[in-house]
């Protein structure tokens, strides 16, 4: 069987990775010059930088794939403190609850608010099916105080996205199914944890030694000249029982036939490829999802210029407490080799949802907007020593409200054109082990179909 990936972000290649495992010969089109999408890490002046996702979550699929890679000597685990999270709450940073009896003495809640939190398993659940949001949810079951200071930072951390307007059952399955499962988002969402952990042999967060970009360079690597850079596909045709993809390079056509042709690219990139007649329409919710502008601002500090001991994986901002980052990552305190000795680094996270703007500014105009944040939060009393800015014009794509009309495209797309699939980061989950199980699932598929 020959198939055709078309993009080698991280769920194409792993799409890529699983075929070539099952005995297909598979061609991987990339427009970019590297492989990895999203995935950058810059090593400069003694500092390694995460410019896109900064780890990965363990995962059945990632032990799968690190095993097969033979990644496991190059694997870093982060460090104890990287267990203990912040917020920002009334000006000030304060450390989020680890557990249970930390709900009694944290200053992240009111009492008010803890005592809704310990109430929430006997508020009555709704078990229809309409298309809730997030906000909607957390509020009809915890209350303002929880959504506004827990929730709400907690969806610009991974969408840097609007709870009022992502969909709950889309972007936030594990908490909308707990309460139809159990009844209970506590209750439920505790027991869905402990079920998906129950698979995995290594839990929590994981990186390598030489950044994030270990991992797509490994699984590049074993594509060979299979994996064609800076080529661009234009088209889709019908041909035969197959398809022709239509492609191009530096030096002309590069066009393949293949069995069947997998879509990995970014949702917004599909608008630029010519399917058969009629399928751009129904290509629409696709091609005009959300994707607000984000961008990371890496800063590097002596440790003697930061008063907070940073002693921790970051800093959330919630909306309400009105500053200019979304969140703060302290980088060098969550894995070993990030910072110079006596150094450490920030990684700032600006714009989305909340404020597009500081996602597309540049870094004179961003830089002292941020620097006046860390000020107030960590006490840093100096100029920093490192600075690596970098925009993502279409970021996360956002999950919002009738999210339905998007996978039910693709959907759609899919039947009309056997052979054809879709799958990325913006259909069933947007962090990188949600995108390592999407192109791992899709091969199967194809694997079994074809």
Request: glycine fraction near 10%.
């Amino acid at each position: 069987m020959q198939v055709a990936v078309i993009g080698a972000g991280i769920t194409g290649l792993s799409a890529a990775v699983e075929l070539r495992g099952r005995g297909a010969q598979v061609t991987v089109f990339e427009a970019a010059d590297r492989a990895g999408g999203v995935i950058s890490t810059i090593r400069r002046d003694g500092y390694l930088v995460e410019a896109g996702p900064t780890s990965l979550t363990a995962s059945a699929g990632l032990e799968a794939l690190i095993d097969r890679l033979a990644l496991g000597p190059k694997r870093l685990t982060p460090s104890a403190a990287a267990k203990r999270r912040f917020i920002v709450r009334d000006g000030a940073v304060v450390a989020l609850p680890s557990g249970p009896l930390d709900l009694v003495s944290t200053r992240a809640l009111s009492a008010s608010a803890k005592l809704r939190l310990l109430r929430e398993p006997f508020v009555s659940a709704t078990m229809d099916g309409d298309d809730e949001s997030v906000a909607d949810l957390v509020r009809r079951r915890l209350g303002d105080e929880i959504l506004t200071y827990l929730v709400s930072p907690f969806v610009a951390g991974i969408y840097a996205g609007d709870p009022e307007r992502l969909s709950a059952r889309h972007a936030l399955p594990l908490l909308f199914h707990a309460e139809r499962r159990h009844g209970s988002l506590l209750v439920g969402g505790m027991r869905e944890a402990r079920a998906r952990a129950g698979v995995v042999r290594q839990k929590g967060l994981t990186s390598f030694v030489d950044g994030l970009r270990t991992l797509p360079d490994a699984m590049a690597a074993t594509l060979g000249s299979q994996l064609l850079l800076n080529t661009r596909v234009h088209g889709i045709t019908r041909e035969g029982d197959g398809w022709r993809v239509h492609a191009v390079d530096a030096g002309g056509a590069r066009d393949r036939y293949a069995d069947a042709v997998i879509y990995a690219g970014p949702a917004h990139a599909l608008g630029a490829i010519r399917f058969p007649d009629g399928i751009a329409a129904r290509l629409t919710p696709v091609t005009g999802l959300p994707h607000p502008p984000v961008a990371t601002l890496a800063l590097g500090f002596r440790r003697d210029e930061v008063a907070h001991p940073l002693d921790g994986f970051g800093v959330l901002c919630p909306e309400v407490e009105q500053r200019q980052v979304l969140g703060v990552l302290f980088s060098s305190s969550v894995f070993d080799g990030r910072a110079p000795r006596d150094h450490v680094l920030l990684t700032c996270f600006l714009g989305g949802s909340r404020d597009p703007r500081m996602g597309a500014m540049e870094t004179a105009e961003v830089l002292p907007k941020v620097l006046e944040d860390l000020r107030a939060l960590l006490g840093v009393r100096a100029a920093p020593t490192f600075v690596h800015h970098h925009r993502w014009r279409h970021a996360i794509p956002q999950y919002e409200l009738g999210h339905d009309a998007v996978t039910n495209s693709a959907a759609q797309v899919e039947s009309l054109l056997p052979g054809v699939y879709l799958v990325g980061q913006w259909r069933s989950g947007v962090a990188l082990g949600d995108c390592i199980a999407q192109g791992q699932a899709m091969a199967a598929r194809v694997a079994t179909e074809r």
